[in-house]
């Protein structure tokens, strides 16, 4: 399976102020996801990072609030704007190879919104 | 929306004993995946289930598949402390579409 980091693993931020998230992983893969945990809640996804294109986002997720790239086929930025402490969650990257249906997750950024 | 139930929402048992999870979803599925979580850290991926199988088997993980009542089962044997974690299910509908739907997972408490 590939390697996945994400930074930062954690962060504190203030209230209007944004945040990116980055995803690297140590081999081409064919499509990168955007997924938020809630504290004591599921995973929902955000988004699905299209490489050299827009994202495709899911119900109630807009560009203007997470705005993400895919520059590559190994790298994703998330970015969390104009912040609110209802923002406060887990943010995980994931990524589909191509091989199987097998779905790899990053260790996951932990945000804080004061 | 979740496409996944799982139940119980929490689950404690002792070093040695058996724990089993169960998972229920809504629409059809292309495959089923199931996840663990220790302290709201990473998804560890334990064993994906596609739809035309029934069982599978991994080390001391058990996953059954019934599609006729759109549930699954994860059973872990002979439990370990280590085990303790928040386990999760998630599927998706196959196609191009690779994305995955998680339900709301169960926490297991292993005692030693």
């Known amino acids: 399976s590939a390697v996945i980091s994400q930074k930062p693993s954690r962060d504190i931020c203030q209230r209007g102020t944004s945040l990116t998230i980055q995803c690297q992983v140590d081999?081409?893969?064919?499509?990168m996801f955007w997924y938020r945990q809630q504290p004591g809640q599921s995973l929902t996804l955000i988004a699905t990072a299209n490489q050299g294109s827009e994202a495709t986002y899911e119900s109630g997720f807009v560009i203007d609030k997470f705005p993400i790239s895919r520059p590559n086929l190994t790298f994703s930025t998330l970015t969390v704007s104009n912040m609110s402490p209802e923002d406060s969650s887990i943010y995980l990257c994931s990524v589909w190879q191509g091989a199987s249906y097998e779905q790899y997750f990053g260790p996951g950024t932990r945000l804080t919104v004061t | 929306s979740q496409q996944g139930e799982e139940d119980p929402q929490a689950l404690s048992i002792q070093e040695g004993e058996n724990a089993t999870m169960n998972c229920s979803y809504k629409?059809?599925?292309?495959?089923l995946q199931w996840y663990r979580q220790n302290s709201g850290r990473g998804l560890v991926h334990l064993i994906l289930i596609r739809s035309n199988e029934r069982e599978k088997h991994s080390g001391r993980l058990r996953v059954t598949l019934d599609t006729s009542k759109k549930s699954s089962s994860l059973l872990i044997t002979a439990s370990r402390a280590a085990d303790t974690a928040s386990y999760f299910c998630?599927?998706?509908?196959?196609?191009?579409?690779?994305?995955?739907?998680f339900g709301k997972g169960t926490l297991l408490t292993v005692n030693p």
């Open positions: 998630a599927t998706d509908s196959g196609g191009s579409n690779y994305k995955l739907t």
């Open positions: 081999s081409q893969v064919t499509m």
């Open positions: 629409t059809s599925i292309n495959n």
